[in-house]
């Protein structure tokens, strides 16, 4: 339970995160460097796939599937795939078409670069943070075992405890009862 509370946390801060990323990108550009507005485009469409229900998911999957040789919509479809809120996440296959548009020479691909780079190493940052998560989903599991091992153990010792004593009080008033005896007064063993 406290494992799901975790995962759930650490999911939303994953998106916060990500939206907050692409939004920073979106609405603060580098004075130097001006935005693409396709590039722009991209990131208001990323933004809005959080708002989609599980039927728009699978049209928009297959719309883009059925057009997915332009490097844009490559990149769509690895957004869509790779999208924290999507209901059937496809991070590995995100991640193949990324590494595709990466080293992509066709027209369209060059001016998408950034965009994928920045998708990417998100990607991987996101599934970097999955790992430790199952790592630490893991030793939860076995140091919530050992801690059950222990519980009963415990239990098991004080009931030992308990007995030990029951014993104890038994002998002592077992000693009480016969009275103590009288050494004699000469020392005679």
């Not at 998408?112 to 939860?140: F, K, M, T, W, Y």
Request: charged share 30%; with cysteine; aromatic share 2%.
């Amino acid at each position: 339970m406290r494992t799901e509370r975790f995962a759930g946390a650490l999911r939303r801060c994953l998106i916060l995160s990500s939206l907050g990323l692409l939004a920073a990108c979106a609405s603060v550009p580098n004075s130097s460097e001006p935005v693409d507005p396709g590039t722009a485009g991209l990131i208001e469409w990323y933004g809005r796939l959080g708002g989609l229900n599980g039927d728009e998911w699978v049209a928009r999957k297959a719309a883009l599937q059925q057009r997915s040789g332009e490097p844009e919509t490559q990149l769509r479809l690895a957004m869509l795939l790779s999208h924290p809120r999507n209901p059937v996440p496809e991070p590995k296959r995100a991640r193949e078409l990324l590494d595709d548009l990466a080293g992509a020479k066709r027209v369209g691909a060059a001016d998408l670069q950034p965009l994928v780079r920045l998708l990417a190493d998100q990607l991987a940052e996101r599934q970097r943070l999955a790992g430790l998560l199952a790592q630490q989903s893991a030793e939860r599991a076995r140091q919530d075992e050992a801690l059950e091992r222990q519980a009963v153990q415990l239990k098991e010792s004080q009931r030992r405890v308990q007995e030990l004593q029951e014993k104890l009080q038994r002998l002592a008033d077992i000693e009480r009862s016969l009275g103590t005896r009288q050494r004699p007064a000469g020392g005679a063993r």
